[in-house]
Every structure is written in C-alpha cells, then in structure tokens.
C-alpha cells in the first residue's frame, strides 16, 4: 500500500481480505469509498509457544503476524481518516474472525453495525450488502476461536511429544491424524486381502443382422454364481445351439433426475474426476472466479458464489433467471419451475448457498475470452451443474430382455434416451460432459428367436478396495462429519508435506513415517483419531456458532481428559528409533557402507559415516531400459520440483538425455528414433515423438 493510495478524499474505508477483491469492489462502490486489503489474518496466536492460558478459561494469546506490521499501521492511519470503516471480510466463521480482528486492532465499537457480508461480488450484491450492516457476530468468532483454540491444544501438545519420541519436524493435528487413519486403515485392509476367483460369461447376439450384447444370469430360472471353470463348464456343456428363445421382455419408463449444485465438496471431487485438478488448484481457480475476472467493458465481476459452502440452498432470484435462460435456450419443456427440494447434507452449515454462476446468463462460451484454461475449464464445470440442476429430469427408455437356451439364460439390458432433460446440459460422471452414450437393443418380442454370434467365458479375481484419491478421501470425510469446507484442501496438503502418505498414481500411500505417527495417536490418543468423536466436536462448534454452547465449555469437555492422556504418553512412549537399512553398496568418497535414511521428503541414500562423511544420493529407479541417446547408462525415472515424474540418463549430468514420456527401449521403424510410452485417454500408447508413427501398448 503506497503513501498516496491513502491521502485521496473518501468518507467510508472498506476493508477486505484480498487486494484483487478491493480493486473489484472499490469500482462497484464509487469515490465516496475506499477499498483495501488486510491480506488475510492480521492477528494470530504466536508461533514460538502454545499462546493458549490453559488455567485462565483457555484465554488466547494473539498477536500481530510477523510481516504485517506496515499493513496493520496504513489500516490504522486510512482509519483515522474515515467517518465510518466497513469491515467486509469473507462470509463464514474465518472471516468473521478477521473482522473481529481488525476491530480489535482498529479500536472499532463491538456493537456498531460496521460488518458487510455478501455472497457473491457483483455490483447489485455488494450494494445490497452495504444497504443492511450488522454488527460482528460474536458466536461466529466463538466458534473459528474455539476450532483454533483446540487445533492448538492438539498440535502444540502432542507435536514436541513426537519430536522427542520419534524425529524432530513431525506435528500431529486434529483433523489430519483422522485422515491419516483412515488412509492407513485402507492400506491394511488391501494388505489383509486375498482375492477369490469368479467367472463370467459374456455372449454376442443377432436378431437378423442387428447385433447386441447379453451376460450370462442363470440356469432354470435361478441366478448361478460362477466361482470356477469347473462351473463355466457345467452351464457351456448345456449350450448345444445358436438359437435362444426370447422369453421375456420388459419396457419402463426411467427418470434420471440432476444432480444439485455444487458444494465446497462436491466441487473438489468433480474436478478431481472430470479436470483432473487436484484440491488445492481447484480451490485456488475457484477463488480468482469468485474475487473477479475483467470481462472488457462490464469491467471486473465475480463470476461464482461463495466457493466454501456446505450448503445446497439457492437463492430464488437464482432459480428464476436460470428458468428463463432455460425456457429461452432450450425450450420451456425442459425448466423445472418447480424442481423437488433439495435436501443439505445431515449437519450442513447452510451459512450460504451452494457454488453456482452468479449470472446463468454469462455462458461459458460468452465467458471464453476473458478466461484462462483452468479458469474456463471450472467455470464451465460449475454453470453446468448449476443450470442441470434447475432442469426436468431426463427421461430413458429401457429393455430388459430374457433369453433362455435348454434353462440357460442370458439377460440383455438397454436404454434410449426419449428426453434429454438436464442431460443436455451435465452428465454427472462422464469426463467430456457429453450424454452417456445409448446401449440400443433391436426391436425384440417375446417368443422371437436369437443366434448367438460367440459366448466368451472371462475369469476375474475380487479386487482389494481403492487406495484413497484426494476425491474419494475428501468425499469420506465428509460422509463421516469430519472437518468443513474450508479444512479439506489443507488437511491434504499437511499430511502430504509431513511425508505421512505418498501421491502414488494419485492413490494415497501411508509412509514408513505416518504408520509410525498413526501407530502412537492410536494407541495413547484414540479419541483424536476416532472419526465420531471428531465429527461430534463438529457438532459442538456448530453449537457455539447458533449460541447454544459456550466455546469454553466445549474446549474445557475435550482438554481435562486429553490432559491425563498427554501425562500418559510422556511416560509411555518409549524412544522409537527409525532404523536405517542398508543400501548394498559402498560411499565413493570415503568407503563406508551407504544407508538408506528416511527425510523430510523421503527416503534418500547417505552415508553411514555421517558427519564425518556427508555424502548423499537421491534414490532413483531404473527402467531397465538402455538410454536412447549415449547408449552408456540406464534410463532411471526421477522426479522433478513438483513432484512430476520425468525419465533421465543414469549418467546426468556427463548425458543429459531427459523425457517426460517414458522410453520403451525400441526405435521408430520409419524415422529410427526412440519410442515412448505416452498417457492417452483410455490408456497408453506407444508413439514416436518426431514422427506420426504409433502403436497400440499390450495389456
């Protein structure tokens, strides 16, 4: 902030969180008003001790953030020049806290009506906004106070207890140990797994020369599970012919109703699926769409709501103006005026409304030339749902057809689509936003006769259940009432950089490291890592936040027993020593047997005689694979600064071959460079980066 952007005449300060919202803002409210940014939390409790008076109810101990000092003394003296200071931080518990904050700090009356809330930054929203002021509300700030008071009791108790016990760095959480668990419950569940061998048999078949597919069901009228081929045998043995009967054929009428629109929740797994964004990119696109984007003339407007909500309220403007895009783009026949309500999720804030456009008028191909990739790739994910949303269900048409051959029977399921409805819109699921694709059978009746083309007998074995995605994670955690909107993207992020779980083909992975951590909260703080206890004191926040709990009793119910399990653990915990394993080969430099160690960021080689030697490796994989270009070393896979696996010659830096596609160890037959094995939808293929030769990868 320069000395001059405060001297300029203006009655009214506003204050904000973020300067790409001030500027946006300030043009909406005219010259009478000044719009600048706090950059977030201003006060915070220290970051050297606890902060919290455990003896004095829990009393924090907040102070200004160190860096913020030259913002803090121009708020003050942009204060002192203002009639009157609107504090108009974001509209949920954090924000309520920052204004808290800054009135603190400000010298601001508590009862004054100073604080302005507005879900959506457009010039019609902030101006309502600013016509109805509240003053600050208290059981909002109680209730961030109270989450950030126990996070702190969790973190700064049990964090020096592991430093001590285990490796200094490591830090322990509320809601993170509960993620932590149950990604390592998973793993052992995967491991625990012994897969069971099943059959099926799939057949191909005609009526005239229209073709289509049926799956074997069962034999004289019951369903038979195929556990071996001994099975498949009996049930092909009784298949003498090509002719089936047709013996049954039923029709229905299928609604398929839209999805609602999206949540902070709903919004992360959906572009995880559909954009391949991971949390935190979504949430960070999701944000620029909600400060503002410069559309030309209209000048800068806030394209989304809210993007942290747990709610799937909408506002009825909203839902009018969608209704009359509809009615106007698609025809009236598919608005739903009066679509059935839909219910929050059991414990939902419903602070605000779900996350939808702010204006169903501003199309995504409208919207195309202001955007970038990501922006318009989120935009469209977001407008779709919203306007599916506020559409008649799809209507399918649907065949199940029997076929029996000596008791053997064969079933047949398809669809075709009688009416789009929201399906001309959103697909739930699909990756390209198209409609699903039909599965249309022939006209068949019952008593019809059909040759099969080939039945094909396929063995399978049970899967072990789905490591975690940030997706699924997210999505579970939710189902069990842990943690709120704001509190997903970095609870991923911490358990990530404390290298308690790996990304491993975007699957979560427990580490050496976090099985240990989890290993110790299990087993002398269970209740932190129990999902119903956490989910409970969700409960009690959301209490303290309707004024139905004091914010000190909910702490004081958690910390008296968490005392006597902290003093159990200082004396329980023994020393863990994290065992270094060796490496199977010598230090170059001094001779000594190198070890394999486990750091902030993994495991890496060093050597065994640390510090007199301090020689150390990156740990790297070969591909068994011959580099392509000196033909000396090994192609070993590495991973660049972010994370992204990229392949390089075993000699670097003396050959400086690298390539983000994998080498496959042949050349080209029409150019003779090497080939690589590229990620493609549906698979992978092996192409030739200089030629348009390509082939298709073995499975």
């Excluded at 410069?294 to 747990?310: E, N, P, W």
């Amino acid at each position: 902030m320069g000395r001059s952007h405060f001297f300029m005449a203006y009655k009214y300060l506003v204050i904000v969180e973020s300067p790409a919202k001030a500027k946006t803002i300030e043009k909406y409210l005219g010259r009478n008003y000044k719009v600048v940014a706090s950059v977030g939390h201003i006060r915070d409790l220290p970051k050297s001790k606890m902060g919290i008076d455990v003896e004095n109810n829990y009393e924090p101990h907040y102070i200004s953030i160190r860096g913020k000092g030259d913002i803090i003394k121009n708020l003050r003296s942009a204060a002192k020049k203002a009639q009157k200071v609107y504090l108009a931080s974001d509209p949920d518990r954090e924000g309520e806290a920052i204004a808290w904050h800054l009135a603190f700090l400000l010298g601001l009356d508590l009862n004054d009506k100073n604080r302005v809330v507005f879900n959506e930054i457009t010039k019609d929203a902030v101006k309502a906004a600013f016509k109805e002021p509240r003053s600050i509300n208290l059981n909002l700030v109680d209730a961030q106070q109270a989450r950030r008071v126990l996070d702190r009791l969790v973190g700064y108790s049990i964090s020096p207890i592991l430093w001590k016990k285990v490796k200094k760095g490591l830090s322990a959480g509320r809601v993170q140990s509960v993620a932590l668990k149950m990604i390592i419950d998973r793993e052992k569940e995967i491991r625990k797994f012994e897969p069971e061998e099943y059959w099926s048999i799939d057949g191909n078949f005609k009526k005239e020369k229209k073709k289509f597919k049926a799956n074997f069901w069962g034999v004289d009228g019951k369903k038979r599970k195929l556990s071996t081929a001994a099975d498949v045998k009996e049930v092909t043995q009784k298949i003498t012919s090509k002719d089936y009967d047709v013996t049954k054929v039923e029709k229905q009428e299928r609604k398929r109703n839209p999805a609602a629109p999206f949540t902070t929740s709903s919004m992360q797994q959906e572009a995880a699926r559909k954009l391949n964004f991971r949390t935190r990119k979504t949430m960070m696109v999701a944000q620029q769409l909600y400060e503002g984007i410069a559309l030309g003339k209209q000048g800068t407007v806030g394209l989304i709501t809210y993007m942290r909500t747990d709610s799937k309220r909408i506002a009825d403007s909203a839902k009018q103006e969608a209704a009359t895009f509809i009615e106007e783009t698609y025809g009236s026949e598919y608005a739903a005026h009066s679509n059935k309500a839909i219910k929050n999720a059991q414990g939902a804030q419903d602070a605000h409304e779900a996350i939808r456009p702010t204006s169903a008028l501003r199309t995504p191909e409208q919207m195309e030339t202001y955007l970038d990739k990501d922006q318009m790739k989120l935009y469209r994910l977001i407008w779709s749902r919203f306007v599916a949303s506020q559409m008649k269900p799809a209507i399918l048409d649907t065949m199940k057809v029997t076929l029996v051959q000596n008791g053997v029977t064969f079933i047949a399921n398809g669809s075709k689509i009688k009416f789009h409805g929201f399906m001309k819109v959103y697909v739930e699921g699909r990756d390209d936003g198209k409609e699903d694709k039909e599965n249309i059978l022939p006209e068949l009746l019952e008593g019809d006769k059909v040759q099969s083309v080939d039945i094909e007998p396929k063995q399978h074995f049970t899967q072990p259940p789905a490591r975690f995605s940030e997706a699924t994670l997210i999505r579970t955690l939710e189902e069990n009432g842990v943690g709120r909107p704001s509190t997903y993207a970095p609870t991923l992020d911490t358990i990530q950089r404390r290298y308690y779980v790996k990304l491993a083909q975007k699957r979560f992975e427990p580490t050496e490291l976090g099985e240990i951590v989890n290993g110790l909260i299990e087993e002398f703080f269970p209740r932190i890592v129990d999902s119903h206890f956490t989910a409970e004191m969700e409960k009690d926040l959301d209490s303290v936040e309707e004024g139905k709990e004091q914010w000190i009793k909910v702490v004081d119910r958690f910390y008296r027993p968490f005392e006597t399990e902290l003093t159990k653990a200082e004396e329980g915990i023994e020393k863990i020593q994290i065992k270094d394993e060796p490496a199977g080969f010598d230090c170059e430099l001094c001779g000594h047997p190198m070890v394999i160690k486990l750091g902030k960021y993994g495991k890496f080689y060093a050597c065994s005689n640390f510090p007199d030697c301090r020689n150390t490796k990156p740990i790297i994989k070969e591909i068994g694979v011959e580099c392509p270009v000196c033909h000396q070393g090994q192609v070993v896979e590495r991973k660049s600064k972010k994370n992204r696996i990229f392949y390089g010659c075993s000699n670097y830096p003396t050959c400086e071959f690298t390539s983000w596609d994998k080498p496959v160890g042949r050349s080209c037959p029409k150019c003779d460079h090497y080939l690589v094995e590229k990620k493609v939808k549906g698979g992978k293929q092996v192409i030739c980066p200089e030629g348009d030769y390509e082939e298709a990868v073995q499975k």
